[in-house]
């Protein structure tokens, strides 16, 4: 059978720009135009409340503030107070992404690889509900089962002492009951495993099946295959996700305000009470007590987190930028 | 040292569509085997159960025999991943590993042999492969750039190169040179003329000129309609196939006549 090609009526004139897909391209780079700068408009926005409040607290001398506020050490700097919280805030997502990482994407492998089909989208769909649980309940869990009479944070601390304590990070008598910030970093831990979880999954199932072949048929075994294949191919995607899991870790605050046993030091004894606090749980603290320039003080560690968790981003978009070249987008 | 196929009564099955029926045919050691047919019929299919690659498709089996060199590939006691090892495979479209280099990639499966190799040895072998591949004067100044920054016809004799450097005792080919010019072409059935002394290979082809170039036997696949399994239609020495084959379809469809 053949078949002549029929030739479009307008002939060569189809080929100017109609009137109709002009509109609908304009509106849509407005569209997209127009969102990107909010985003920026929102964020500067954010930067420049915090900057306005918390400003009082910048410019007063340490001695006013120590006056003036409760809490505020006496013959501390401002700077010098946020120091402190700003380590505690750090060690502390440091701590829950370290427990937390290997776990997730552990788990994402085998939910992607491993587990049988039906059994894998029931895991998957379970992982995310975890993210759905309100902070509260997990501070109550980790209060409960981990800090309380016969938590088993007691044991798990004293077994990491014991083993550990010669790495500075494990030494120091471990805290009873367990509100350290380890502990605290443990719940942490949970309550970003399901993001975390969840981008990876998502990354590692779209490793192009032609690579996945191409190992296997080298005589890859599942494993070999992951390596080759999967890992790499995930890798910039895995950072993000962790990226993503230390931003909640960052800010979280209820989990951590009802678990830890605050102190304001720089202490790496992550097993002891009393050393380390994080600045949203002393935000959520100290706030309904404080007076105006308590509050402006509180802005002003809030703006510490603020840019703290805009580092963290930018270093996970130079981290994923960097072996872009090498990454399976091309 | 290159191996015999006899494959015995095989039904290649997508979970429960039978895709390729009742297929026997002896695939002699040390010779370039064609496969040819129209699209669909069952070729890519029927190739990757020789090295066990169907497999890797969920709910993809088989029934009937595959051996090589009368040892059966799907009894219980062969490990699939072993047999792979040995049956090196080159896809239809190119594949090389874009997180790694040029080097790596031309590596990567004999890394999964022997980890330990010595500089030394590591740099012949990528020569050595890349040469045979007919790559490696394009790509000597590059080798630790990725392997996705190649155009698709050096990808795909990048594949090939990774394909050769683990030495396998058969080499499967799906439609090699789709993707390349006609240069890349001459250059790939060249390194298929130099393979066949130690290798057995088995390429599929849209290409009758290039069936009858490089190949001794041809093997021509046929469906009957969609929703029908492909099946064998006959093999013979590749000069008979083209000259005086036995079956009308088969001439029908060297000779460009369907239906
Ligand atoms: N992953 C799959 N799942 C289900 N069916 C498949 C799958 N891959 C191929 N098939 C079916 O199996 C049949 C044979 O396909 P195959 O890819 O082997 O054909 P082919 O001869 O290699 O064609 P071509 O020359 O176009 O590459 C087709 O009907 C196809 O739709
Ligand atoms: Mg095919």
Redesign the pocket.
């Known amino acids: 059978m053949t078949t002549t090609p029929t030739r479009s009526p307008q002939g060569a004139e189809g080929l100017r720009r109609s009137r109709r897909s002009g509109v609908g391209s304009g509106l849509f780079a407005g569209l997209s135009v127009g969102s990107g700068a909010l985003i920026l408009v929102v964020l500067a926005a954010v930067a420049a409340f915090l900057l306005i409040q918390a400003w009082p607290a910048l410019t007063s001398a340490p001695a006013t503030l120590h006056e003036s506020i409760a809490w505020f050490p006496d013959k501390t700097s401002l700077v010098s107070f946020v120091g402190p919280l700003v380590f505690g805030t750090l060690l502390a997502a440091a701590i829950a992404l370290v427990i937390a990482t290997p776990i997730a994407v552990g788990i994402a492998l085998f939910i992607s690889h491993y587990a049988p089909r039906r059994f894998a989208a029931g895991l998957g769909y379970l992982i995310d509900l975890l993210a759905a649980i309100p902070s509260v309940v997990y501070g109550l869990w980790g209060v409960r089962v981990l800090v309380g009479q016969n938590g088993i944070g007691q044991p798990i601390q004293q077994v990491l002492h014991d083993v550990l304590g010669f790495i500075p990070l494990f030494a120091g008598t471990p805290a009873r009951p367990a509100r350290s910030l380890f502990i605290a970093g443990m719940v942490l831990a949970v309550m970003i495993l399901p993001i975390i979880t969840a981008v990876a999954r998502e990354v590692f199932l779209q490793t192009p099946r032609l690579h996945e072949e191409a190992s296997l048929a080298l005589g890859a075994t599942r494993w070999e295959m992951i390596r080759m294949a999967v890992l790499p191919f995930g890798r910039s995607g895995v950072v993000s996700a962790a990226m993503l899991g230390l931003g909640r870790a960052l800010g979280e605050t209820m989990a951590v305000l009802m678990i830890l046993s605050p102190g304001f030091t720089y202490s790496w004894h992550i097993l002891e009470a009393g050393k380390q606090q994080t600045i949203a749980a002393n935000i959520a603290a100290q706030f309904p007590e404080a007076n105006p320039l308590g509050v402006n003080t509180l802005i002003a560690t809030g703006l510490a987190l603020f840019v703290i968790t805009l580092a963290v981003n930018m270093l996970a978009r130079w981290i994923v930028s960097r072996r872009a070249e090498f990454s399976g987008a091309n | 040292m290159a191996q015999r196929i006899d494959v015995k009564d095989l039904n290649i099955y997508?979970?429960s569509?039978l895709?390729?029926a009742d297929v026997t045919m002896n695939i002699p050691a040390r010779s370039v085997t064609a496969f040819i047919?129209?699209?669909?019929?069952?070729?890519?299919?029927?190739l990757r159960t020789l090295n066990r690659m169907h497999e890797v498709?969920p709910g993809?089996r088989v029934e009937g025999s595959v051996s090589v060199e009368g040892v059966s590939l799907y009894s219980s006691d062969v490990d699939p991943v072993a047999v792979r090892r040995q049956i090196g495979m080159v896809f239809?479209r190119p594949n090389p590993f874009p997180t790694m280099s040029i080097a790596e990639n031309v590596l990567a499966g004999v890394r999964l042999n022997n980890r330990r190799m010595s500089r030394s040895d590591a740099a012949d072998l990528v020569e050595e492969s890349l040469t045979g591949a007919n790559l490696w004067n394009e790509v000597k100044d590059r080798l630790d750039k990725p392997g996705s920054s190649l155009s698709g016809g050096q990808q795909q004799r990048l594949c090939i190169a990774r394909a050769i450097a683990v030495r396998p005792q058969i080499l499967l080919m799906?439609?090699p040179c789709s993707a390349l010019d006609p240069i890349s072409t001459l250059a790939i059935e060249d390194l298929i003329q130099d393979l066949k002394d130690e290798y057995t290979i088995v390429i599929?082809t849209?290409n009758m000129q290039q069936a009858a170039r490089v190949s001794e036997q041809t093997a021509f696949?046929n469906i009957e309609g969609t929703g029908k399994p492909?099946r064998l239609i006959e093999m013979d020495d590749t000069r008979v196939m083209f000259s005086s084959p036995s079956r009308k379809e088969t001439e029908d469809y060297i000779s460009g006549r369907f239906g």
């Open positions: 997508y979970g569509f895709a390729v047919g129209p699209s669909g019929c069952g070729k890519s299919t029927f498709i993809a239809q799906d439609e599929v849209h696949f492909g």
